[in-house]
C-alpha cells in the first residue's frame, strides 16, 4: 500500500490550489476504506483537515476549512483530491494523506508542501 501526496508550492493568499494523493496497493472503489488529508504546521502537531469514506458522500471536514476546502475521489484514477480555494497564510503546512484502516489510519504518504503568502 503506497500514497503519495502532490500538488503542493506557493501561493499568494486567496489563490485555489489542488492537492492529489495518488494512491496503489489497493483500490479505491473496491476497498472499503476512506480516505484522509491531515496537515502540520511548522511547529504545530499534525491534525485532520478532511476525509472522504468509501461512499463519496460520505465528508468530514474540520471547522476552519469548512466551506473552502473539497474532498473528493476519483475510484477509477485512484486519486483523492483536497481542492483549497481561497486559502490563508493559516493553511501554511505540510499536507498528508492516509488511508483508514480498522484502528485508525494505517497507511501514511509523504507530505507536501503548501505555503500560502500573504
Known amino acids: 500500500v503506497q500514497l503519495q501526496a502532490s500538488g503542493g508550492g506557493e501561493v499568494q493568499s486567496g489563490c485555489s490550489l489542488r492537492l492529489v494523493c495518488a494512491v496503489s496497493?489497493?483500490?479505491?472503489?473496491?476497498?472499503?476504506?476512506?480516505i484522509g488529508w491531515f496537515r502540520q504546521a511548522p511547529g504545530k502537531e499534525r491534525k485532520g483537515v478532511a476525509c472522504?469514506?468509501?461512499?463519496?458522500?460520505?465528508?468530514y471536514y474540520e471547522d476552519s476549512v469548512k466551506g473552502r476546502f473539497t474532498i473528493s475521489r476519483d475510484n477509477a484514477k485512484n486519486m483523492v483530491f483536497l481542492q483549497m480555494s481561497g486559502p490563508t497564510p493559516e493553511d501554511t503546512a505540510v499536507y498528508f494523506c492516509?488511508?483508514?484502516?480498522?484502528?485508525?489510519?494505517?497507511?501514511w504518504g509523504q507530505g507536501t508542501l503548501v505555503t500560502v503568502s500573504s
Open positions: 492516509a488511508k483508514g484502516g480498522v484502528n485508525g489510519y494505517d497507511s
Open positions: 496497493g489497493f483500490s479505491l472503489g473496491g476497498d472499503d476504506y476512506g
Open positions: 472522504i469514506g468509501s461512499r463519496a458522500g460520505d465528508k
